[in-house]
Nanobody, 116 residues
Framework: QVQLVESGGDLVQPGGSLRLSCVAS????????MNWYRQPPGKEREFVAM????????SYGDAVKGRFTIARDNGKNTLYLQMNGLKTDDTAVYYC?????????WGRGTQVTVSS
């Protein structure tokens, strides 16, 4: 059974940092491209970052480039998102996501709130 479990969300002040984690199970984590998405309140879900299976290539949404870093530890089946320079616009539920063939898999998300 595929599971993605996010953690690390919190209330943080503008300019602060957080590190999100996503622990994967039930599939060969090291074989798949992994992604972070987010859904701000009242808005549609949007792409944040992706990382190839071997961790060699990453890509970021324009809103987070230069501030967020995606990483993975295939030995621990864990995906990370280091978020620095947080802004109020980064407030959202953050989701771990990947696809396998024609199926998509999402975690339940972790809430990040950036507020003073």
């Amino acid at each position: 059974q595929v599971q993605l479990v996010e953690s690390g969300g919190d209330l943080v002040q503008p300019g602060g940092s957080l590190r999100l984690s996503c622990v994967a199970s039930g599939f060969a984590f090291s074989d798949y491209v992994m992604n972070w998405y987010r859904q701000p309140p009242g808005k549609e879900r949007e792409f944040v970052a992706m990382i190839t299976s071997d961790g060699e290539y990453t890509s970021y949404g324009d809103a987070v480039k230069g501030r967020f870093t995606i990483a993975r530890d295939n030995g621990k089946n864990t995906l990370y998102l280091q978020m620095n320079g947080l802004k109020t616009d980064d407030t959202a539920v953050y989701y771990c996501y990947f696809w396998m063939g024609e199926r998509e898999y999402w975690g339940r998300g972790t809430q990040v709130t950036v507020s003073s």
